[in-house]
Nanobody, 129 residues
Framework: QLQLVESGGGSVHPGGSLTLSCRAS????????IAWIRQAPGKEREGVSC????????MYEDSVKGRFTISTDNANNAVYLRIDSLQPADTGVYYC??????????????????????WGQGTQVTVSS
């Protein structure tokens, strides 16, 4: 059973940077796609980035391109999300989630859909001055 644990959230000023970590146990990540999903207060969950680990294919939601960078660490069975130029709109709980093989066709607002089989507990990111 794959288990995911996020860390690295915190309170930062606008313009700052954070690197979120998603550490996996119970299985190697080589057959999975790992996504980062955020949920801002009062808003729906939104997929912001995803990596197909086997093929190293990376996806970003349009609104975060150029500021978010997803990366993998096979030695530590982990996936990271670096967020640069943080904005108040980036505030929310950030989850990592996994599904077998490939990232979903698209990211963005998830609505009632859930294409992921495994979820972490989330890490809070707060951006304010």
């Amino acid at each position: 059973q794959l288990q995911l644990v996020e860390s690295g959230g915190g309170s930062v000023h606008p313009g700052g940077s954070l690197t979120l970590s998603c550490r996996a146990s119970g299985s190697t990540l080589s057959n999975y796609a790992i996504a980062w999903i955020r949920q801002a207060p009062g808003k729906e969950r939104e997929g912001v980035s995803c990596v197909d680990i086997g093929d190293d294919i990376k996806m970003y939601e349009d609104s975060v391109k150029g500021r978010f960078t997803i990366s993998t660490d096979n030695a530590n069975n982990a996936v990271y999300l670096r967020i640069d130029s943080l904005q108040p709109a980036d505030t929310g709980v950030y989850y990592c989630a996994a599904r077998l093989w490939n990232c979903p066709y698209s990211l963005g607002t998830m609505g009632t859909g859930n294409p992921y089989a495994y979820w972490g507990q989330g890490t809070q990111v707060t951006v304010s001055s």
